[in-house]
């Protein structure tokens, strides 16, 4: 992974909001990765259907 792709602030302020929880540096690490396996997977659905735009769908 390269880049982390959330953002780090807002996902403490919900945690924090939400369950009055703190959030260690290995969740928003790990956090991140998922996402960006979340977003690999619908990268390979849209280019399986031969397109261009990564929609909604792609998710499943």
Do not use: H, P, Y
């Not at 009055?20 to 996402?35: G, I, P, R």
Request: one cysteine or more.
């Amino acid at each position: 992974m390269s880049d982390i792709l959330i953002v780090s602030s807002k996902v403490k302020k919900f945690i924090q909001d939400k369950a009055q929880f703190n959030t260690s540096k290995e969740f928003l690490d790990a956090l991140s990765q998922s996402v960006e396996g979340i977003c690999n997977e619908a990268i390979e659905n849209a280019r399986k259907g031969k397109r261009k735009t990564v929609k909604a769908r792609d998710l499943s």
